[in-house]
């Protein structure tokens, strides 16, 4: 296969992370004789800083005519002034409306290596997998914004807008995957609140009883949903929701396997490129350490070379490879428990040295 690869390492640790996950790919491709070309692209600060544009035109050139993209991560002290006329993060919400990337897939799984590094107790996350789709382009962060004069000084305001057709589109893939999975989607809202959530609810619960009757079908509150996925994270299989709840709702189950080093995403719409990065973000106060983890990022390129290139045996060798390497006992500082450790770059070693055979 040839493809034509977007890297977007953006700012901190991603240029660490990429790198690596650049050389995942390339093994891959060396492996099972596919040519990948892969290209670098700026956004988020780095871009600020070079272009005065956390995503420049060029860039959403690139990433429009590249068959997939793998992006590390944007962001950092540097540019947080709330003052600024423009932030990195910027970047990462027009790629998505360019590119029209409404469904984001993040899966939530415990490793059986690192189950200790969890924590909550084994009984608890042993064996949690869930999916998670968070709906991408709609929601409080693309609804009207502003500030206005108020009696005290100033209010602020955010509109949470949701339309039929964007809900429609999002339960529905969270309702296919589940039939090739354990067959079970969770909605949650927050409706006992929410006009959008109540406009959530009932197109949720018509799509699925009239196109999924086969799809066991429940609804928690998204507040329920925090405790519960403390408290009983097995008991999920896919989970649908908002842009919010699923941002917040996703970073408190990434410590379900003890890091968001571990932890993968894939950004879809419904034709064009895919984006996939970690979920974790730049983590500016270990960028040019070199001990980053590179985990997720591998685990990214295998959802990439999954979804977008629909290459599932290679994207299978990816994630043995990773699955390998923990069991062996390698670790990075951030999984590492207290005990010895290795580098960024160590890592990337033994993951391409397990593709490569």
Not at 176 to 195: C, I
Not at 286 to 314: C, D, V, W
Request: hydrophobic residues 45%; charged residues 20%; aromatic residues 6%.
């Amino acid at each position: 296969m040839d493809a034509n690869i977007v890297l977007l390492p953006g700012d901190g640790i991603g240029p660490e992370i990429v790198t690596q996950g650049q050389r995942v790919l390339e093994a891959i491709a060396s492996r099972f004789g596919h040519n990948f070309v892969m290209s670098e692209h700026p956004i988020g600060g780095n871009a600020i800083d070079d272009f005065g544009d956390p995503l420049p035109q060029a860039t959403i050139d690139a990433c429009k005519a590249s068959d997939a993209i793998l992006l590390g991560a944007v962001g950092g002290p540097k540019w947080d002034d709330p003052a600024a006329k423009t932030r990195p993060e910027a970047g990462l919400l027009k790629i998505r409306q360019e590119l029209q990337l409404f469904a984001n897939l993040r899966p939530i799984q415990t490793w059986d290596e690192l189950v200790d590094a969890s924590p909550l107790k084994t009984e608890i996350v042993a064996g949690t997998d869930i999916l998670f789709f968070r709906e991408l382009t709609g929601g409080v962060y693309f609804g009207d914004s502003g500030r206005r004069e108020h009696s005290s000084g100033e209010e602020a305001y955010c509109e949470m807008v949701y339309s039929t057709g964007e809900i429609e589109r999002i339960v529905r893939l969270a309702a296919e995957a589940a039939r090739g999975r354990q067959g079970r989607v969770t909605s949650v809202d927050k409706a006992n609140v929410l006009e959008v959530s109540r406009l959530w609810r009932q197109v949720a619960e018509r799509v699925m009883k009239e196109e999924y009757p086969d799809v066991e079908y429940d609804v928690v509150l998204v507040d329920a949903m925090a405790m519960h996925l403390i408290a009983r994270p097995k008991t999920f299989d896919v989970v649908v929701t908002g842009n919010l709840f699923g941002d917040i709702l996703t970073d408190a189950a990434s410590m379900l396997p003890g890091s968001l080093g571990l932890l993968p995403s894939a950004s879809l719409g419904s034709d064009g490129p895919g984006l996939y990065e970690p979920i974790h973000g730049s983590a500016p106060d270990i960028a040019g350490r070199g001990i980053a983890n590179p985990l997720a990022t591998f685990l990214a390129a295998a959802m990439l070379l999954r979804h977008s290139l629909k290459l599932n045996e290679e994207a299978s060798v990816i994630e043995a490879a990773v699955a390998a390497t923990l069991k062996a006992g390698h670790r990075t500082a951030d999984i590492a428990s207290g005990g010895s450790s290795i580098s960024t770059s160590e890592m990337g070693d033994l993951v391409v040295a397990q593709i490569s055979g």
